[in-house]
C-alpha cells in the first residue's frame, strides 16, 4: 500500500495540474473557450441580386460599424421589397461562408486545501471568469432596410466576475 497522504508518487507527489511551492501545494486550473461565429441569415422579403461571396469582408475590412459588404447587391429600399403576402423563400435561413465575430472566455481557479483532522480539510477556492474582461461581439444587424444593417450594436457574454467559496 502506497502512502494515502502522497498518492501521486509518479509526480513527486503532486497531483496533475498542481504547484508545489515551499510545501504549499495549490491547485490552478484554466479553461479557454473559443468558438466560430454564428452563421448569418437575411430577412425573408428582402431582395438580393449579387453575388454570395461579395458579401463577407476580408477580416482587415471588418469593423463594428462595417462588419458586410452593404453594397454587395441587397436592395435596401423598404418600399420595393417583398411583401408579407408573397413570403416565397429561395435562398436559406443562414449561409455557412456569412459568419458574424467568434466567442473567446479564459476562465482560472486556484484552490488550497487545509487540514484540519485526520478527515476534516477546509477548501479555499478563488475563481475569475472572463479573465481578461474580452468584449464578445454579437451579430450583425441583418435587415437590409434597416439604417444599422451590417452593422454590430451589442455585445454577448459578461465582465469579469468572481467567487471565492470555502468549504
Aim: charged share 20%; glycine share 12%; aromatic share 8%.
Amino acid at each position: 500500500m502506497g502512502d494515502p497522504h502522497r498518492p501521486y508518487k509518479e509526480t513527486g507527489g503532486i497531483p496533475p495540474g498542481c504547484v508545489e511551492r515551499r510545501g504549499r501545494r495549490l491547485a490552478v486550473g484554466a479553461v479557454v473557450v473559443r468558438q466560430a461565429g454564428p452563421a448569418l441569415g437575411f430577412s425573408g422579403d428582402s431582395i438580393f441580386t449579387g453575388r454570395l461571396e461579395n458579401i463577407p469582408l476580408p477580416k482587415s475590412q471588418r469593423s463594428v460599424d462595417r462588419w458586410l459588404n452593404i453594397d454587395a447587391g441587397f436592395n435596401r429600399n423598404s418600399n420595393e421589397q417583398l411583401g408579407l403576402g408573397s413570403q416565397i423563400r429561395y435562398s436559406p435561413l443562414r449561409y455557412s461562408g456569412i459568419r458574424g465575430d467568434g466567442q473567446a472566455s479564459w476562465d482560472f481557479s486556484i484552490l488550497k486545501n487545509f487540514p484540519i483532522r485526520e478527515k476534516i480539510v477546509f477548501q479555499f477556492r478563488a475563481e475569475v471568469y472572463n479573465a481578461w474582461n474580452h468584449a464578445n461581439l454579437a451579430s450583425p444587424v441583418t435587415s437590409p432596410t434597416a439604417t444599422t444593417f451590417g452593422r454590430i450594436t451589442s455585445t454577448t457574454g459578461t465582465r469579469v466576475t468572481g467567487s471565492s467559496p470555502a468549504k
